[in-house]
C-alpha cells in the first residue's frame, strides 16, 4: 500500500489488527525510573573520514537517492501473516530471498518522515521511503560480518520496490582510497536530514550522509570488497551502491557501566535522538544481567548534527528486559520487549501501560502526519516472517 492508499485509510483509527484482534485493555505496571542524565554524554566527530571520502568521490562519484529508486531491483509484497496487533494499518514484506534468508536480518527501521517530517508528504529527493537497516552474519551460524540498509518505495506514485546499500568506511590512502565493510549489529537507525546514525552497540553511534551513496562495480566474486589490484574497479559483494561512514558519535558515562546501544529514535518533536538497552533479568551470556536505561541526546540547536560534546537530557531506569525498541514523541515513550512480546507505553503522568505485541519485534519509528492518524512503524526479524508494519500511535497509548 502506498501513500495515496494509505493516506484513504487513515481517515478512520482502525481498532483491529490482521486477523481481527481489537484493541486490547491497557495495563497498569510499574514505571521507569529518573537517572541523572549529566552521567551521559556523547562526543561527536562529523569528519573523520573526510580526506578518503573525498578521494573516493572524486574516484566513483555520487549517486542520488531518487537514481537509487529508479534502479530499485527487489520486489516487496503484501503482509499475510495474522500479526495479532490492534491498530493495523498498512505494511509489507521483502521478497522471498530476503525473507527466508538465514544470513541477513532486518534490525532498524526510519522514514522519510523522520528525515523531513511533514512537508511536501514526506518525501525525501521526490520518494516516501522506508529505511531498514539490516546486519549480515559469516553464515547462518556466523559472526557479523557486514551491514547494510534497505531503502523501500512507499508511495503510490512508484512501483512497490525497494533496493539494497552496502554501509562501508573508507580505507587506504587519498592517493588510492579503498573501502572496508562496517561489522555492526545495526540495531537501530534515525535518518535525520540527510544524515543517518546507525547504532553500533558498544561504542554509540556511526554516521552516514545520504548525499554521498557511491556506485561500484557488480562484478567479481561475492567476497570481494574495495579497490581491486587494477586500480580502477570497486567491488562490494556485489551491491551496485555504498554509503561510506562519514563520521563516529561516541558516548562516554561517569556512573561505570557504559551503555549498550540496542535500539535508536529520532524524537522530530524535543529533536532528539532516543536509545535503549537490551538486558536481562538474568541468566543472559551475551547481554548484560541488569536492567536497562534509556537516555535521551539533543542534537545541536537548529542543526541536524550533533555539537562536538552532548549532554543527555533524559535518562531513565526501566523496568522490562529483552527491549529491542524505542520511540518517543511529545513526552511519550514506547518500548518493545521481544522476549515479552510486548509493547510497552509510558509518560510520567500517565505512568506505564501494556500491550500484545509481535513475535520477533525489533526497532520502532514514529510516524508523524498532517492530514491522518500518527502512526507508529516496527518490524520483526524472524526468517520466513520479516513483515515491516505500521500501527496508528493512538492504539498504543493517548
Not at 492508499?5 to 491497557?26: C, N, T
Not at 552532548?310 to 514506547?334: E, I
Not at 515479552?340 to 520502532?364: C, F, K, M, N
Amino acid at each position: 500500500m502506498g501513500k495515496r492508499a494509505l493516506g484513504a485509510v487513515l481517515g478512520v483509527v482502525v481498532a483491529v489488527g490482521v486477523g481481527g484482534v481489537a484493541v486490547p485493555e491497557a495495563a497498569a505496571a510499574g514505571g521507569p525510573v529518573v537517572l541523572a542524565a549529566g552521567e551521559y554524554t556523547l562526543s561527536a566527530d562529523y569528519h573523520r573520514y573526510d580526506v578518503l571520502n573525498s578521494a573516493l568521490v572524486d574516484e566513483l562519484g555520487t549517486v542520488a537517492v531518487h537514481t537509487v529508486m529508479d534502479n530499485a531491483n527487489h520486489d516487496r509484497g503484501a503482509v499475510t501473516d495474522s500479526l495479532g496487533v490492534a491498530g493495523y494499518q498498512a505494511g509489507f514484506t521483502f521478497d522471498s530471498g530476503d525473507n527466508g534468508d538465514c544470513a541477513n536480518y532486518p534490525q532498524g527501521i526510519t522514514t522519510s518522515r523522520d528525515a523531513v517530517g511533514t512537508a511536501d508528504g514526506g518525501n525525501y529527493d521526490g520518494h516516501q521511503l522506508v529505511l531498514v537497516s539490516w546486519y549480515t552474519k559469516d553464515g547462518c551460524d556466523g559472526a557479523s560480518a557486514r551491514s547494510r540498509i534497505t531503502l523501500v518505495d512507499w508511495d503510490a506514485t512508484y512501483p512497490n520496490k525497494y533496493r539494497k546499500i552496502l554501509l562501508v568506511e573508507a580505507t587506504g590512502t587519498p592517493a588510492a582510497p579503498s573501502f572496508q565493510d562496517v561489522r555492526i549489529h545495526a540495531g537501530g537507525v534515525s535518518w535525520y536530514g540527510d544524515y543517518l546514525y546507525v547504532a553500533d552497540t558498544g561504542r554509540g553511534m556511526r554516521v552516514f550522509d545520504l548525499r554521498t551513496i557511491l556506485r561500484t562495480d557488480t562484478g567479481g566474486s561475492a567476497d570481494r570488497i574495495g579497490r581491486q589490484a587494477d586500480g580502477a574497479t570497486f567491488y562490494a559483494h556485489n551491491y551496485a551502491y555504498v554509503l561510506p561512514q562519514v563520521g563516529t558519535v561516541t558516548a562516554a558515562t561517569t556512573s561505570g557501566t557504559p551503555l549498550v546501544w540496542s535500539s535508536i529514535s529520532l524524537d522530530r518533536v524535543s529533536k532528539s535522538i532516543v536509545m535503549n538497552e537490551f538486558t536481562c533479568a538474568s541468566g543472559c551470556a551475551d547481554y548484560p544481567n541488569r536492567a536497562p536505561r534509556a537516555v535521551r541526546f539533543p542534537f545541536a540547536a537548529g542543526l541536524t548534527t550533533f555539537a562536538a560534546a552532548t549532554t543527555a537530557s533524559q535518562a531513565l531506569q526501566l523496568p522490562w528486559y529483552k527491549l529491542n525498541g524505542v520511540a518517543s514523541h511529545n513526552g511519550r515513550w514506547w518500548f518493545n520487549s521481544s522476549g515479552a512480546r510486548q509493547l510497552y507505553y509510558w509518560t510520567p503522568a500517565d505512568g506505564a501501560h501494556t500491550y500484545p505485541w509481535v513475535t520477533g519485534g525489533e526497532s520502532i519509528s514514529y510516524w508523524e502526519d498532517a492530514d491522518a492518524a500518527d502512526l507508529l512503524w516496527s518490524l520483526q526479524e524472524s526468517v520466513g516472517h520479516r513483515n515491516v508494519f505500521a500501527v496508528t500511535q493512538a492504539t498504543y497509548g493517548a
